[in-house]
């Protein structure tokens, strides 16, 4: 047996489904950000948290791995376009540290593939865009003619 210290389920939402995202695009903001090690130790990752900020699905994450540093010069072209990416995307070019890329809204594409160990369905981000800029209503008109002509 284990104590639970006064737990009261009434207190806490209970936990949501882990189904992957569907395919498609979301607006969404970097919140957090590490380095890790390669599981064969020779290299590391940045491994970059999504957290989708509008929509149906605001709430639910995802997750990029960029490998930066790794004996394969083609996963660290690769890890490198998707970090200008996402660099673009947010409108920051010359990031010292990966936490400047937190909290600043874009555009992640997500796609679905099956995992090779398990054979079940999961994310992959895909791709990256600045979000679009909330567009202004054109002037206001009655019976078409322009207000300054009013």
């Known amino acids: 047996m284990a104590h ?33 090690p390669t599981k064969n130790a020779n290299g590391s990752y940045l491994e970059l948290t999504f957290d989708v900020i509008e929509g ?18 083609a996963a660290v072209k690769i890890a490198r376009a998707e970090l200008s990416a996402i660099c673009r995307a947010v409108g920051v070019m010359q990031p010292r540290d990966s936490v400047e890329l937190h909290n600043l809204p ?27 800029k909330a567009t202004t209503p054109p002037a206001e008109r009655h019976n078409d003619t322009p207000v300054w002509k009013r």
């Open 4 to 36: 639970l210290d006064g737990f009261d389920a009434r207190q806490v939402d209970p936990a949501t489904s882990l189904d992957p995202l569907p395919a498609g695009k979301y607006v969404a903001v970097v919140s957090d950000s590490q380095m890790k």
């Open 56 to 73: 149906e699905h605001k709430g639910r994450k995802a997750w990029a791995r960029l490998n930066l540093h790794n004996p394969s010069e």
């Open 106 to 132: 874009l555009v992640i594409a997500v796609k679905l593939k099956r995992r090779e160990d398990t054979g079940e369905l999961a994310n992959e981000i895909k791709g990256y865009e600045a979000k679009p």
